[in-house]
């Protein structure tokens, strides 16, 4: 190679020398400008950063042609991958939205039952409570022990909410219903559904199966004192009819015959109509179990009650109480005439002056004299019974007089056929004398169900 030399501008190249054998000499390159001159010596990795740089350039050309060519395509895949982002991500919120909407759903829904049950068992309990003081009642009505034993009214057990031992019940029944955690005077209200999360609602679930076991067992609670409760109706209803069959039974050994019970349709319809009742026939509603059992109680304390009025229309007192009986019912020799004749009531051993009481309720027929009997005072008791009270020094009543049971009516003595100071007592059905001594011991045996 040559080199070029000289003044002013320009370049001058040497040639390296170097034979076979020797290290090449780098290229030196000269820049003459005016009086300076510059040396460069180009060295062998100047070569290949410039060589390194044109790559570069190219291959940046070459991209950016090639994004100018392709950039819509680009352009519109980045669009399209956005688009099915964005409706991924718009159906997972959408199913989030469902999700919410069914927890929240299956909340309201749980708090509606909840609540169902809630006024259900109040309602429940409110029954109970009323028919404790129907019991009330109806025991008040029934002033004498039935059939000689007074059965415990079945006392009304309060509810869950209110027992101690059910406090977390009332805590699992408040957590379903969203009441606060925390506050115990917080009430069973609507709240905000919320939602919750899978583990959430586990505990959700268990909660509910706690409040629906609490349920359960007021359910069973209250159940088992309505049982209690148609039991001792039952029981009371028993009774009565127990205790009217016996008074019947026991008055009808005297010979008398109560009349049979009656309804009151039945005794206004007999009593010449004095109640006016009617109207169109409709079927009977359907009553459950314990009103109809209250209805059979009603009536056989009624069909009761109208028995004892009735056996206490009957004289079954003594006239002459704490005196002694000294001459029964039935044959016996006359004290006068020496032979057999019929005794027609009973001597009572009263001093004279001994006060006489009317054995039962009812109207002075005869009141003075007559005849054996002396002075004698007849009393009307209704349903073709009288009585007779003979021998007295005083009468105190007259005829016509409405007298009461236990009355004083007159005074013990000796007047008419009489052989001393006693007492003849008689009892007269429908006007045959019958034993006296059949009414006594009857209203011995009625004492305790009379009173």
Known sequence: MGFASGRGDGVTFRPAKGGFGRRAQSHVLILASGDKVRHMTIRPWMLAVASS??????????????????????????????????????????????????????????????????????????????????????????????????????????????????????????????????????????????????????????????????????????????????????QMTSGALRTSEAIRTIIERTGFVLPEPQTAEADAIHSGGRTAIGGPFVEPQNEDAFEQSLAALDSALVELERTRAAARTLPLASPAPATNITSNFGNRVDPFLGRLALHAGIDFRAETGTRIRSTAAGTVTAAGPAGG??????????????????????????????????????????????????????????GEAVDPMRFLRAGVKLAHYMH
Request: no cysteine; net charge negative; glycine share 8%.
């Open 53 to 234: 740089f044109v790559g570069l350039f190219s291959i940046g050309y070459l991209l950016a042609t090639t994004y100018l060519v392709l950039r819509d395509d680009l352009i519109g895949g980045t669009i399209a991958r956005q688009a099915r982002m964005q409706h991924e991500y718009e159906d997972r919120i959408m199913a989030l939205r469902a999700q919410v909407d069914r927890v929240t759903s299956r909340q309201l829904l749980d708090q509606q039952i909840v609540e169902e049950k809630v006024e259900k068992l109040l309602q429940q309990q409110f029954e109970l409570s009323s028919r404790s003081g129907r019991f009330e009642t109806l025991t008040e009505s029934a002033a004498a022990p039935l059939n000689g034993e007074a059965a415990p009214s079945p006392a009304i057990q309060p509810l869950a909410y209110e027992s101690h031992a059910e406090s977390r019940g009332v805590k699992a029944i408040e957590d379903v219903m969203g009441a606060a955690e925390g506050n115990p005077g917080a009430t069973l209200e609507p709240t905000a559904p919320v939602y919750r999360d899978p583990a959430a609602s586990e505990e959700g679930k268990s909660v509910s199966a706690r409040a629906d076991r609490i349920f359960s067992q007021v359910t069973l609670s209250l159940k088992g004192v309505e049982r209690e409760q148609l039991h001792y109706v039952r």
């Open 373 to 430: 009997y002396g002075n004698m005072v007849e009393i009307d008791h209704g349903h073709g019974v009288s009585t007779r009270y003979a021998h007295l020094a005083v009468v105190r009543v007259s005829a016509g007089e409405r007298v009461e049971a236990d009355q004083v009516i007159a005074k013990s003595g000796s007047t008419g056929r009489s052989t001393g100071p006693h007492l003849h007592y008689e009892v007269r059905l429908n």
